[in-house]
Structures are given as structure tokens and as C-alpha cells.
């Protein structure tokens, strides 16, 4: 299982990001795919997850009605729309299948 997470970067509050999560080495339209998230000095924390149809989906009540979750099986890809990004969203960002994390993409929402 291999997964890349891309997307990240530095944004100021109220900003968006797209983040994607690139997957290989499993049958991708098999598996629900998940997001965590890790801030500095915090446990990492479940984000998203996201059935492996796409028709069911679950957010953190921090990122409810500010986050999407999507997939595209074609594309063996995971994506995590953010919106109304809050300072307290910096972190690194994961997604995971099967036990298996990808590297992270920093997200930082600063003015």
C-alpha cells in the first residue's frame, strides 16, 4: 500500500484548500478511505471518512459543514475539500486505508 498526500500549504483564515491523497499497491474501490490530522503537541485525530462507493461519509464535528470528503475510483484518489479554514486546522494531514499512512501534507491557516 502506498498513499501520497498533496495540497497543502499556507493559507490565511476563512481560506480554502484542496488536499489529495494519491493510492496504489490495494484495490482502491474496495476500501473506505479515511483523513487524520496531527497538530503540534496533539494526538492524531480521525478527520473524514468516506465508504468505498463514496455514498457514505463522516466528519469530526470540528469540520463539520466546513469539510468534503471525496473519492474518485477511476483515479485511485481521496480528496478533502476545506473551507472556512480556522487557525486550529494547522496541522499535518494523513490519509490512511488498511493500516497504512501516507507521509502527510502540512497545512498551515495563519494571517
Known amino acids: 500500500v502506498q498513499l501520497v498526500e498533496s495540497g497543502g500549504g499556507l493559507v490565511q483564515p476563512g481560506g480554502s484548500l484542496r488536499l489529495s491523497c494519491a493510492a496504489s499497491?490495494?484495490?482502491?474501490?474496495?476500501?473506505?478511505m479515511s483523513w487524520y490530522r496531527q497538530a503540534p503537541g496533539k494526538e492524531r485525530e480521525l478527520v473524514a471518512t468516506?465508504?468505498?462507493?463514496?455514498?457514505?461519509?463522516n466528519y469530526a464535528d470540528s469540520v463539520k459543514g466546513r469539510f468534503t470528503i471525496s473519492r474518485d475510483n477511476a483515479k485511485n484518489t481521496v480528496y478533502l475539500q476545506m473551507n472556512s479554514l480556522k487557525p486550529e486546522d494547522t496541522a499535518v494531514y494523513y490519509c490512511?486505508?488498511?493500516?497504512?499512512w501516507g507521509q502527510g501534507t502540512q497545512v498551515t491557516v495563519s494571517s
Open positions: 490512511q486505508v488498511l493500516g497504512a
Open positions: 468516506i465508504t468505498s462507493t463514496g455514498g457514505n461519509t
Open positions: 499497491g490495494f484495490t482502491f474501490r474496495r476500501y473506505a
